[in-house]
């Protein structure tokens, strides 16, 4: 029986499990997206999200050093560990949580398997930019309708002044 037992094995043994999962986790950090399968992207946005998590600067220096430790035991890459710490950790500083995406992609024509896109979310270029830029919109109550009201008075006599413009006005 499985009681208990919710990890994705992905058939294979656990050391080769943990440094497949830390292989794709150096790459994800290195270049931001990488296609995998989707049983793959699933198991590694629970190995890497705790990562970029340990990121987040804290209080003292000593708690700093010690996440770095942590997560190069993880990694065992110096490279992606400055990486994820000085680029990654100030483009990832404001969000709650949620580092990923995993997009999928179809099958793969050998074997059929399901391929899957992870990136990190703050590096997309489409969607980032468009969030980042696009001004947040007013939340909506029931009481906008009384709030609504006002801004039709006011676009009324920028209309009035639109039609007195016209030639007929100018005539008169």
Known sequence: ?????????????????????????????????????????????????????????????????????????YLNDKAAVKELFTVV???????????TRIIKLGIRPGDNAEKAMIELVDFNEI????????AEPAKKTRRSKATAAPKKEAEAPATEEATESTPEAAAE
Not at 53 to 66: F, G, L, N, V
Not at 127 to 134: E, K, L, Q
């Open 89 to 99: 950790a100030p483009k990832i500083a404001a969000r709650p949580g949620g580092y």
């Open 1 to 73: 029986m499985r009681h208990g037992d919710k990890i994705n094995n992905l058939g294979r043994k656990k050391a080769h499990r943990e440094a497949l999962l830390s292989n794709l986790a150096i790459q994800l950090i290195t270049h931001k997206r990488i296609v995998t399968t989707l049983a793959k992207a699933k198991a590694l946005r629970t190995y890497v999200e705790p990562l970029v998590t340990k990121t987040k600067k804290t209080a003292s220096k000593e708690e700093i050093m010690h996440n770095h430790r942590v997560v190069f035991s």
């Open 127 to 134: 969607y980032g930019n468009s969030i980042a830029t696009a």
